[in-house]
């Protein structure tokens, strides 16, 4: 075997010269654009826009606009946000008077409408557009084009061999072709060589991840500009309806409008809830669901459904969560005449995951006292649904083993009628007055399923009538979501593509030599310095080899040992050897 490498001209830089021996043939391995304007831009309004322009859809600049992105969402997260959570906006704005001002100039109140969250998603997109669009427009170029030439010396390729066989060049150059298409090389004829490539599909990964990172950017911008999401209670027996009245709560995007909503509505028929009763998860919930009927449109035809947690109902681009469960006691209240002023099941919030239960009963009209004054009455109700001797404050399973109401009544003004808005989950005792027992404490109560507390000198009674369940209920509508789910994978194999996959070419050159023995030359050259094109080419090399198997060396002398010896023996099978500079 001979290895031959070559320097650079005297005075020339080594990258240079490898520059001009490889020609065409060591061009880009990658649409990656080169920078002409490296030492800085011409004088001119062309010249600064043409260098801004290429700094933009450069890709430092898209990781750098990224980043950005990335760390302008940080704030959105720890921040309320007013188009999110109004109350929690306006509680901060109380207790940071100082600070609340600066951050309404910088929008940190509405990150993601904000002018300078806007600018940089914007500036991302033109940076990957710009950088995608001609890199495609290169590479479809060069699948419509062949492989180049071989350069006037293999030598300088970073992997290199060569041999002498008594095979004629043709007959070399025929058996490279066909052992370079099947291993799935794109090769070609080239005057005295054959020129082949391969691992296109890094580039294809390559710009599938960029592309990829677009779709995923409209996907979530329309998801966030057109999402809704809005939670609902409901008790056993009740329904719903999907309009904006019918939520307790309701967020949405800037563009997103009540006639998007989807027409639906639903009813509760059970809530149905199963906990471990033994061992270590003792009180662990089993199974949480929910059977419901629903139908679509004002005139659908009403089916039956069960929606478990992680596991939603989806009715068109509405997706129906079970995402809370709890108990609502059905209280009756009769005024001081007997009469039925208040009759209902009122949901209470868990306060453990034993489902220790609090909440408030408010009668708003209707109520008059054993004197005939009308008032308003609010209860303050604590609730155990399993109730045990000596575990007062605490429930000690979440399902109903031994149900236990604890209720405490005001009488008197609540409040509703100031215009302050207020919860229902909560009372305003500030215009309201104790009922007091006959020993003039506090009156409350524990009463069982059934059980009845009388209110004093006749003020009226309150009745626990039995305990039915709830379950909340989140509904959300997120456009693009499928797009966003694809552009993520598409992101992860593109991605394993442009990292895994190795691009390159390898030419087979096959001359007849001075002596008219036949030289075969091969080189091989990677996008980047790898050990795989060396390996690769010796592994073609060697079957090459065999096709066209090496002369013995005409240094060699005639004497009878050289002659009983084999020829692969005189000159050994190939060794691929990387040039000297190579690469550098």
């Not at 998860?281 to 947690?309: C, H, L, M, W």
């Not at 691009?503 to 030359?521: F, H, I, L, P, S």
Request: charged share 20%; hydrophobic share 40%.
């Amino acid at each position: 075997m001979s290895k031959s490498t070559v320097g650079a001209a005297p005075g020339e830089p080594p990258a240079a010269a490898d520059e001009q021996e490889l020609g065409a043939a060591g061009s880009q391995l990658s649409t990656a654009p080169v920078d002409t304007l490296a030492s800085g831009p011409t004088l001119g309004v062309v010249g600064w826009a043409r260098w801004f322009w290429r700094q933009l859809t450069s890709m430092r600049v898209a990781l750098l606009l990224l980043l950005l992105l990335a760390l302008g969402a940080i704030p959105g997260s720890l921040i309320p946000q007013s188009g999110t959570d109004e109350t929690k906006v306006a509680d901060f704005r109380r207790a940071h008077g100082t600070l609340a001002p600066i951050y309404d100039r910088l929008g940190l109140f509405h990150v993601y409408s904000s002018v300078w969250f806007s600018a940089i998603y914007i500036l991302l997109f033109v940076s990957l557009i710009g950088c995608i669009v001609p890199r495609t427009w290169q590479f479809v170029g060069q699948l419509r084009g062949r492989p180049p030439g071989a350069p006037k010396r293999l030598t300088r390729l970073p992997a290199y061999t060569t041999w002498r066989t008594d095979a004629e060049p043709e007959q070399v150059r025929e058996a490279a072709l066909a052992l370079l298409r099947k291993r799935r090389f794109r090769a070609h004829l080239a005057g005295d060589a054959v020129a082949a490539e391969k691992g296109y599909l890094r580039e294809v990964g390559n710009l599938s991840f960029h592309i990829a990172l677009i779709v995923m950017l409209v996907a979530f911008a329309c998801g966030q500009l057109y999402k809704s999401e809005g939670n609902k209670l409901v008790v056993e027996g009740d329904g719903f309806s999907n309009t904006l009245t019918q939520y307790n709560d309701f967020k949405s995007g800037n563009l997103f409008g009540t006639d998007d909503l989807n027409p639906f509505s639903f009813t509760l028929d059970k809530f149905t809830g199963t906990y471990e009763t033994s061992g270590p998860n003792k009180g662990t919930a089993r199974t949480f669901q929910s059977a419901i009927t629903y139908s679509v449109g004002a005139y659908g035809k009403e089916k039956k459904a069960v929606v478990k947690v992680n596991h939603p109902l989806e009715i068109d681009d509405s997706k129906v969560y079970l995402t809370a469960h709890g108990y609502a006691p059905v209280i009756t209240v009769r005024d001081g005449k007997g009469e039925v002023v208040y009759r209902d099941a009122v949901p209470l919030l868990p306060l453990d995951s034993n489902i220790t239960s609090s909440g408030v009963i408010k009668v708003l009209d209707g109520y008059r006292d054993a004197k005939g004054v009308s008032e308003q009455l609010g209860i303050s109700a604590f609730f155990l649904p399993t109730y045990t001797q000596g575990s007062e404050a605490a429930s000690t399973f979440p399902s109903l083993r031994n149900p236990v109401l604890n209720l405490t009544p005001y009488h008197g003004d609540l409040g509703i009628d100031s215009g302050i808005p207020q919860s229902v989950y909560q009372l305003d005792k500030s215009h309201m007055k104790e009922f007091k027992d006959s020993k003039g404490l506090q009156l409350r109560d524990n009463l069982k399923p059934g059980e009845t507390m009388t209110l004093p000198n006749g003020a009226g009674s309150v009745t626990y009538e039995g305990t039915k369940e709830w379950a909340n209920f989140q509904v959300t509508q997120q456009p693009a979501s499928g797009w966003a789910l694809g552009g993520a994978i598409a992101a992860i194999f593109g991605l394993a593509g442009s990292l895994f996959l190795q691009r390159r070419r390898v030419w087979v050159r096959a001359v007849k030599g001075a002596d008219g023995v036949t030289v075969v030359e091969m080189g091989g050259l990677g996008r980047s310095e790898s050990a795989k094109v060396p390996e690769e080419l010796g592994d073609l090399a060697g079957v090459l080899y065999d096709q066209a198997p090496s002369s013995p060396d005409p240094d060699t002398p005639d004497t009878p040992a050289s002659r009983d010896t084999p020829a692969s023996s005189a000159s050994p099978e190939p060794e691929v050897v990387p040039a000297e500079g190579a690469g550098k």
